[in-house]
């Protein structure tokens, strides 16, 4: 059978037997796909440091008929997250960005908005500035899924909230205004709220350079990590590892 190829994002491997590995990936063409790469332990050659977790890869495979996994032949490294520094809060935040993309991407399909997003995105995490690059990700992923309601104005009753205060609960849609906001609720800023707007207007990389310490739209980042948890309907691991950096 002929080898198949594309562009594709490492999201996880697994161990499997003695030498092999289970491999998670993003596909460009072929959305998400699991295959198998034999002897990837021991093969410099076909694989390297190309599986680890957020490589960007050119890949190629086989399938064959009635198995549910890929034959993975090799792949040829694009760009590495580890060809530059890697501390701690980077690895989480890569972590981040691997755990969404496998949860909330379905096998098979490809999407190549999303695709594009998450390359932008990891071109733009560095260790020392992962905060703007995550929030633009959280934005445009919760956008692409469906799942952004209007932030300016209340789900309850379409009240405007544009230069207004504006709410929002884990177990609400969207944002609510002060008449209809619910117990315990977390207020978001005017600031998110014109971040949002910008960054549906202009790409990630017109951000970069700009200070954004860990406080600059966590309201925002908090609000999306819920939307997308409640559309999993589970917790994110690394959303309460990033939560408890400083």
């Known amino acids: 059978m002929a080898l198949k190829q594309s562009e594709a994002i490492v999201l996880r491997s697994y161990p499997l037997r003695e030498a092999d590995l289970l491999v998670t990936l993003f596909t460009r063409t072929e959305g998400k796909l699991r295959g198998v790469a034999k002897a990837a332990k021991r093969s410099k ?4 440091g190309a599986l680890e977790p957020l490589t960007y890869v050119r890949l190629y495979w086989e399938e064959r008929e009635g ?3 890929a034959r993975l032949d090799s792949c040829e490294v694009l760009d590495s997250p580890l060809a530059t520094e890697v501390d701690y809060p980077r690895a989480v935040a890569l972590g981040y960005i691997a755990e969404v993309l496998d949860d909330v991407l ?3 399909e490809a999407n190549d908005a999303m695709f594009r997003l998450a390359l932008s995105v990891l071109g733009q995490l560095r260790a020392g500035a992962i905060w703007m690059p995550l929030t633009y990700f959280d934005l445009w ?3 692409l899924m469906g799942l952004l309601p ?6 309850l009753c379409g ?3 544009n230069g207004h205060r504006a709410w929002f609960h884990p177990l609400a849609d969207g944002l609510m205004c002060a008449a209809h906001k619910r117990l315990a609720s977390s207020e978001m800023s005017a600031e998110a709220r014109v971040i949002a707007a910008a960054m549906f207007r ?3 990389e017109s951000f970069a350079g700009a200070p954004w310490p860990r406080q600059r739209a966590a309201d925002l980042r908090r609000f999306l990590a819920q939307r997308i948890e409640r559309h999993l309907e589970k917790k994110l691991v690394t ?4 939560e408890k950096i400083e």
């Open 106 to 108: 379905p096998d098979r």
């Open 67 to 69: 198995q549910e996994l």
């Open 45 to 48: 050659k076909r694989f390297g």
């Open 141 to 143: 992923s919760v956008r």
């Open 159 to 161: 009240t405007a909230l």
């Open 150 to 155: 209007e932030l300016c104005e209340c789900i």
């Open 239 to 242: 959303a309460g590892m990033l």
């Open 202 to 204: 202009r790409p990630v």
